[in-house]
């Protein structure tokens, strides 16, 4: 239900296999309309969670916990963990250019004629059609790849070597921002984070072995910025709501890199959910993050769908592998601690109001 929400076809695959390891009903794998009523009464909060956790409130908990097939507030919590890791698990799929296994229906294949012949057979008993790729293409190095994805003639990426020195910039700047200064330049980013662009097209249809677990696929991700009024869904300030004492510190154990470029980044991904840090310069967004990142960013965090290979090839041209899959790994974990916030900001006022 969950991977559902972004037609990641990988993960799905994979939890249908452990599923059935498991001893897993096979009927279940069949949709929405064959799971036992509990599971589909989760549907509602999956699809907010996943697109749009602004929207969470009292009532939803109080749906699940209330009346037939109800759950208990610690199974609601297990629930919601797992749900949110999943949605985030999709962008950091996505995002790094993760596709089928080779023997996974609707994975890839080598292309050879010699194997033509099992292709069409073993084709022909699948729903979803392996992808060819031609076997030169995949004897090249992983690390020569982004030859193909040629730099921006309009807009050159800033190199590490000038990063770098914007960051030791911003790091010898001793004058202060006053609060009502930093608030400005919250919503300076916020602003512009809705006239941010994303990758790739809008998916046309949902596969079948995809759409059987999705249900309301109209609902996506709306820029928070656009959302309304803001004085029904006010920005979510964190110092309202300790992680620490509230949350489930989740995230601790990625020992996230605090340094100004990892810190900007976490904080513009929070920033495009509607959540914000009182004590952060959101100028240093603008100084540290080229649109072409934050078009990217937007994407694996909130249209992850969309984003492809060429589109991961595209960013951080100068960062070694493992660097750009730990940012991607950012954006999986502040996504995820951003759902959680709101949904256990939820529950507690379930709880005590």
Same mark, same amino acid.
């Given at each position: 239900?969950?991977?559902?929400?972004?037609?990641?076809? +990988?993960?799905?695959?994979?939890?249908?296999?452990?599923?059935?390891?498991?001893?897993?009903?096979?009927?279940?794998?069949?949709?929405?309309?064959? %799971?036992?009523?509990?599971?589909?009464?989760?549907?509602?909060?999956?699809?907010?969670?996943?697109?749009?956790?602004?929207?969470?409130?009292?009532?939803?908990?109080?749906?699940? &916990?209330?009346?037939?097939?109800?759950?208990?507030?610690?199974?609601?919590?297990?629930?919601?963990?797992?749900?949110?890791?999943?949605?985030?698990?999709?962008?950091?799929?996505?995002?790094?250019?993760?596709?089928?296994?080779? !023997?996974?229906?609707?994975? $890839?294949? +080598?292309?050879?004629?010699?194997?033509?012949?099992?292709? #069409?057979?073993?084709?022909?008993?699948?729903?979803?059609?392996?992808?060819?790729?031609?076997?030169?293409?995949?004897?090249?190095?992983?690390?020569?790849? &982004?030859?193909?994805?040629?730099?921006?003639?309009?807009?050159?990426?800033?190199?590490?070597?000038?990063?770098?020195?914007?960051?030791?910039?911003?790091?010898?700047?001793?004058?202060?921002?006053?609060?009502?200064?930093?608030?400005?330049?919250?919503?300076? %980013?916020?602003?512009?984070?809705?006239?941010?662009?994303?990758?790739?097209?809008?998916?046309?249809?949902?596969?079948?072995?995809?759409?059987? +677990?999705?249900?309301?696929?109209?609902?996506?991700?709306?820029?928070?910025?656009?959302?309304? #009024?803001?004085?029904?869904?006010? &920005?979510?300030?964190?110092?309202?709501?300790?992680?620490?004492?509230?949350? $489930?510190?989740?995230?601790?154990?990625?020992?996230?890199?605090?340094?100004?470029?990892?810190?900007?980044?976490?904080?513009?991904?929070?920033?495009?959910?509607?959540?914000?840090?009182?004590?952060?310069? +959101?100028?240093? %967004?603008?100084?540290?993050?080229?649109?072409?990142?934050?078009?990217?960013?937007?994407?694996?965090?909130? $249209?992850?769908?969309?984003?492809?290979?060429? !589109?991961?090839?595209?960013?951080?041209?100068?960062?070694?592998?493992?660097?750009?899959?730990?940012?991607?790994?950012?954006?999986?974990?502040?996504?995820?601690?951003?759902?959680?916030?709101?949904?256990?900001?939820?529950?507690?006022?379930?709880?005590? #109001?």
């Amino acid at each position: 239900m969950a991977a559902g929400r972004h037609q990641c076809s +990988y993960l799905i695959t994979l939890q249908k296999q452990e599923f059935l390891l498991q001893g897993g009903d096979h009927n279940w794998l069949k949709g929405l309309n064959n %799971i036992p009523a509990k599971l589909r009464n989760l549907y509602d909060i999956n699809k907010i969670l996943a697109h749009r956790p602004w929207l969470l409130n009292k009532s939803h908990i109080e749906k699940l &916990t209330k009346g037939k097939d109800s759950w208990s507030l610690a199974e609601v919590v297990h629930a919601i963990v797992i749900l949110t890791h999943f949605h985030s698990l999709c962008s950091f799929v996505f995002s790094c250019g993760v596709n089928q296994e080779l !023997d996974q229906a609707g994975g $890839y294949q +080598y292309h050879s004629q010699d194997l033509a012949a099992i292709t #069409d057979v073993t084709n022909s008993s699948s729903k979803s059609k392996p992808k060819d790729i031609p076997i030169v293409d995949t004897r090249q190095d992983w690390k020569n790849s &982004t030859i193909n994805s040629p730099p921006s003639p309009t807009e050159p990426e800033v190199g590490i070597t000038t990063l770098m020195q914007r960051m030791k910039t911003l790091s010898e700047q001793t004058q202060e921002c006053t609060p009502v200064e930093l608030a400005k330049r919250f919503e300076n %980013i916020e602003t512009q984070s809705a006239e941010i662009g994303v990758v790739g097209p809008e998916p046309q249809e949902t596969p079948a072995d995809v759409g059987c +677990y999705v249900e309301d696929a109209s609902f996506v991700y709306q820029d928070f910025a656009k959302r309304g #009024d803001s004085q029904d869904i006010p &920005t979510f300030r964190v110092q309202d709501y300790s992680w620490d004492d509230h949350g $489930y510190s989740l995230v601790n154990r990625t020992d996230v890199d605090t340094s100004r470029f990892r810190r900007a980044i976490w904080n513009y991904i929070q920033c495009l959910l509607g959540i914000r840090h009182d004590d952060y310069d +959101y100028g240093e %967004i603008n100084a540290l993050l080229e649109r072409s990142l934050k078009t990217f960013i937007k994407s694996a965090c909130c $249209y992850p769908e969309r984003v492809t290979k060429k !589109d991961y090839d595209r960013v951080l041209r100068e960062f070694l592998h493992s660097e750009k899959v730990h940012v991607n790994l950012m954006v999986q974990e502040s996504r995820m601690q951003a759902e959680l916030i709101y949904a256990l900001r939820t529950v507690n006022r379930y709880m005590t #109001d």
